[in-house]
């Protein structure tokens, strides 16, 4: 990180890029007129939403950067953190020529928005705790890797990563490296955003689809340094989140005390859930979790998988990613859908 230039890893055209300047970008201030972007006025007396958006989310970053501790110049809000996954790649890597690392097994959109971008994807396994092998990521790195992805807590395998091996990759290595913390809210440890400002080099992923309930809302934010944001701005779509998005996430903010409530009600049933699928007799490992699900290695997954969706209750088999033969992805439910969920698997025929 010592070497660390950001303008050597965003793409030339990028770097110099002009960006669309929607009507709303360019006005700053207040106004009771608006005759700037070709809307349809006559609309705006019983159509609260005939008017363009916020294409920077002022407003939602203000309350967001409060409750984060950080400013909103720190902050990209986008379309779940999957737009800014999209926007991370194509600002830094060349398609057919730069890669990415990626360590497996761990979120499958990190691939798909680099191969759809044509860009390597160099996958490093974990060991068998799902922590990563610190000699073999660096040795996967090489002049043309623009990012590095780490998940943590760590999806499908439910673990945090260790800190202190994300901060020794995180030191060496000169690009950027993405911490993706969308399961965070469930996790023991504490978020990554508060070393935002010791890390140019690192960006932060979370999202309001987990922890938040809002996952029909497709909100995800990105925290990083305000050169790594701009770029980002720079390149995204000019309304990108749209109104009644934004309008309901401000609302959801007044009721964090509802998010923390929800957040013990899940790790409570996280444990119990944990407790009792230890006892059934096809069950060999329930992997520790810092998420709200949990990943569990059964005699038989694809039986069980089978068997569960014969009875109306879907889970996610995970047994053709690496190291997670035989496993199956459990989210934890209401404690009503938990208690059926158990009710049936101690039903199930051995």
């Not at 379309?79 to 979120?107: F, K, M, Q, W």
């Not at 987990?210 to 309304?239: C, D, H, T, V």
Request: charged content about 20%.
């Amino acid at each position: 990180m010592k070497d660390f230039d950001l303008q050597k890893l965003i793409r030339k055209n990028i770097w110099e890029l002009t960006p669309y300047s929607s009507a709303r970008s360019e006005f700053k201030g207040d106004a009771h007129i608006f005759l700037d972007a070709n809307e349809n006025s006559m609309a705006s007396a019983w159509n609260q939403y005939s008017r363009y958006p916020d294409p920077l989310q002022e407003k939602l970053k203000e309350k967001i950067g409060a409750l984060k501790g950080v400013s909103p110049a720190n902050i990209f809000l986008g379309n779940g953190s999957d737009e800014a996954i999209d926007l991370l790649i194509r600002a830094t890597c060349a398609p057919g020529v730069d890669n990415i690392v990626a360590l497996a097994p761990t979120y499958g959109m990190y691939r798909v928005s680099a191969e759809i971008n044509d860009i390597e994807v160099r996958e490093v396994s974990l060991n068998e705790e799902f922590q990563p092998i610190i000699g073999d990521v660096l040795a996967a790195i090489n002049e043309q890797t623009k990012l590095l992805f780490i998940c943590s807590p760590n999806n499908p395998s439910g673990n945090a990563i260790q800190a202190e091996l994300i901060e020794i990759l995180v030191t060496n290595f000169n690009g950027i490296t993405i911490i993706d913390e969308a399961y965070i809210d469930f996790a023991e440890h504490a978020s990554w955003v508060s070393k935002l400002s010791d890390y140019p080099n690192v960006v932060i992923l979370q999202t309001f689809s987990k922890a938040w309930g809002m996952a029909a809302l497709r909100m995800g934010m990105a925290f990083a340094s305000e050169a790594l944001i701009s770029i980002m701005n720079k390149i995204k779509a000019p309304y990108n989140l749209n109104a009644p998005v934004q309008e309901m996430v401000i609302e959801a903010l007044v009721h964090t005390d509802r998010v923390n409530e929800a957040i013990n009600i899940i790790k409570d049933q996280r444990a119990i859930v944990s407790s009792a699928l230890q006892q059934l007799p096809f069950v060999e490992k329930v992997f520790p979790s810092d998420a709200n699900f949990i990943l569990v290695r059964v005699n038989d997954a694809s039986a069980l998988y089978q068997y569960l969706l014969e009875n109306k209750i879907i889970v996610r088999n995970r047994s053709t990613v690496p190291l997670c033969d035989n496993c199956l992805r459990i989210t934890i439910g209401t404690p009503q859908e938990n208690q059926i969920l158990l009710d049936t698997l101690n039903k199930y025929p051995q």
